[in-house]
């Protein structure tokens, strides 16, 4: 737990009594008017744990925050995005974390639930995990769940399934993410606790935190339309020593190699610092990553792949007959990032 909270507002919100809120806003604030307020230690890493807690998307509610909202109507935001209701249990969560008190008792009830479910792992997934740097949990959702997601995708969209020629006139959001953050069919991975007893057992620690990701629409290349990437890349920095993290994907639809399917090098995190120490002086590793052969994942509705962060992953040209519609899950401890070099 964080003993550092004196360099923070300790001030509930007025409206839903988190704390840290207010700091955050005020930060954000001052950065729209071209005044930064250092954040203070370990606070970038509460930032995270707020939203994730509050169920908002970072960058939804940074373009919200564009509008200069008050306080009060930025938690109205907050609870119109969940629906105007939050679990209590989430708010004392938060305030227990920034404010290092130890855990409530029913936050603590909450947490080790997972801990009564039967390992969803088996020895053979963590040796596939430990060799390859990825695993699939099948059925990670009822294919009814994921049918129930892609839909929302679609409506999202304002595509139809059965009109190939409405998958192409719109933009998609940022390359072949979308923006839908909110909706209740998204909600059936983010609370499953199949799912949370897998990130859990990888972690090994059941004290995680769910964010609130996008879904994905990666529609059949056309004579108008091409891949946009994005190609093999890492979400993380490259400057050692390397931490444990996982990502997820969750397939909404079958998705065979050739539908545009996730893509990764497999065992890569076992070689990534070597990989990086003999690269030629002054290279760029992630221009250099660009000439490995990635190797395509092909899962069904339902299942979700989950991948350690020092994998090379991407998502693929989709030459199939229909669209790879996905929706980006994924768990984590909230560890304090130590400030190093971006490379």
Known sequence: MNTDFHQFDQERSPVLGVLHLRRFWTRQLAAIDGERLPPGNHELTWDRILLDGLGVALEDTRQYLGCKPTLEELERWILLKNGGDIDPIGIRRINDVVSGAEYAREVRQYLSAVDEIEPVLN????????????????????????GAAEEAVWKHLGMRRSDPSTWYGKKIGKGIMTELYYHTALNAARTSMRIRKAFAQLWDSHDLWVTTDRAGFNPPESEHFRFPGPALHWDMNLTPPFEFRTQGILYLCDTPAEQGAFTCIPGFHKRLASWLEELPEGSDPRRAVMDLDPMPIAANAGDLIIWHHALPHGSSPNSGAYPRIVQYVNMYVARPRERRPWR
């Open 123 to 146: 020895n053979a997934d963590f040796e596939f995990w430990d060799e390859h740097g990825y695993v699939i949990l099948r059925g990670a959702i009822s294919r009814e769940q994921a």
